[in-house]
């Protein structure tokens, strides 16, 4: 089996500090990569001996690639999607994965057109507690989902960078920074219910506040900046046969403590996620039972998306990529994400409607938690 080839596109704090010790785990290392910011090259060239670049598009003319990493500011991600993969290469994209539905289905498109993977960044799933939870939920322990919802939320997190806090490079803030993981947990976790209207709202508080709300990831604040994008986003998702989805994210607000939660209800269990724990509610013989695992162990979620994805190519195997978050699933979530924006815009609920065939595809990518 020849060795894989492995380019990064965007060389910041993500494709550092967690995809880079992620494949070197694996035994992989980098061997393209690319920033528009050369100092960036230069560091990470010496850091692992890749070959730099200043234009992504210079190096996929050149060079000959399998797998590439879109880690540059949300507003590239499709275009340069849709160009590595017309390029033969296979694309794992840093969520969202485009901040637009055409642009989002162009990459499922092109990913058909030449038979090459996309997956999304939605590393969370890896995480021990949501995986076993999505594995009690498809295997029908819950009975009929009919509620689930999401909170990620912080008291002084905006990410003081360019890439998130500048509209013209992210388009949008807490909603598609950190709603895109949520909902795309609460989907991954209820087995993609057909998503049918959307009543969005988002607020921008600490936008001038940038120095007092800002977190040090990718980088401490700097003194004057402004973050352009919503700092607060909620949600109301209906779906297609009664279902309903609650979505709270913040990247700033005057909470008690920092809180990632997630809630899946159905007729016959629960399950309640946190920062900690795992639990399963459920009922016998009229009585409550709560069940915990006794341990939860500690996941590199980024290294289990890579493992999954590299196995995927080198099998060319695209069952072997259950339960990475694939280019299907990633439109569903932008197409919820951008009729958050558009419902907080115009003040209404907005109906959407995503094709059933995309959605049949999402469910059956996730067939490996039934096993
Ligand atoms: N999965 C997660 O939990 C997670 C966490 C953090 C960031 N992200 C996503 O990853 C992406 C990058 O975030 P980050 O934290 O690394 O940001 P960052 O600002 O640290 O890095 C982005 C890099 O992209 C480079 N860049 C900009 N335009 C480019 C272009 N046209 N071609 C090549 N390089 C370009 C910038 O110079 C910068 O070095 C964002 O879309 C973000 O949403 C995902």
């Known amino acids: 089996m020849p060795r894989i080839s492995i380019a990064f596109i965007g060389l910041g704090g993500i494709a550092s500090q967690a995809h880079l010790p992620a494949i070197k785990e694996l035994g992989f290392n980098v061997d393209f990569c690319v920033d528009v910011d050369e100092q960036r090259v230069r560091s990470f060239t010496e850091k692992t001996g890749c070959k730099g670049y200043s234009d992504y598009k210079e ?23 849709v160009e590595a993969l017309k390029n033969g290469a296979h694309v794992y994209i840093e969520k969202p994965m485009a901040t637009n539905i055409e642009e989002a289905l162009k990459i499922v498109d092109a990913a058909y057109r030449v038979s090459k993977f996309a997956v999304v960044g939605h590393n969370g799933r890896f995480d021990y507690k949501a995986h076993t939870a999505a594995k009690l939920i498809h295997r029908g322990n819950l009975g009929r989902v009919y509620h689930a919802r999401g909170f990620i939320l912080r008291q002084r997190g905006i990410p003081p960078a360019p890439t998130f806090i500048k509209k013209s490079l992210a388009k949008g803030g807490a909603v598609y920074d950190i709603a895109s993981h949520a909902i795309d947990m609460l989907l991954y976790l209820s087995g993609y219910p057909k998503p ?94 709560v069940a915990s695992p006794p341990s939860i162990p500690q996941v590199n979620s980024y290294r289990e998306a890579w493992r999954r994805f590299l196995n995927a190519i080198e099998n060319n195997d695209e069952a072997l990529l259950c339960p990475i978050a694939t280019a299907e699933q990633g439109v569903i979530d932008v197409t919820i994400l951008a009729s958050i924006y558009e419902s907080s815009l115009i003040g209404k609920e907005v109906k959407i409607d995503v094709p059933n065939k995309l959605v049949e595809r999402a469910r059956e990518q996730l067939k490996c938690l039934k096993l």
Not at 72 to 79: E, K, R
Not at 237 to 256: H, L, Q, R
Request: hydrophobic residues 40%.
């Open 59 to 81: 190096m996929l003319e050149n060079e000959n690639l399998d797998a590439v990493l879109i880690a540059t500011p949300n507003i590239f991600h499709a275009t340069i999607a």
């Open 196 to 289: 049918v209207s959307v009543k969005g709202f988002t607020y921008r508080a600490f936008g001038d506040r940038v120095e007092e709300f800002g977190m040090s990831y990718p980088q401490p604040p700097q003194p004057g900046m402004v973050c352009e994008v919503e700092d607060f986003g909620s949600a109301y998702i209906s779906f297609d046969g009664g279902a309903g989805m609650y979505v709270e994210v913040s990247w700033a607000s005057y909470v008690k403590e920092n809180k990632v939660e997630y809630i899946v209800l159905g007729e016959r269990g629960g399950i309640q996620i946190d920062g900690t724990s795992l639990s399963y509610v459920t009922s016998l013989e009229r009585e409550f039972f």
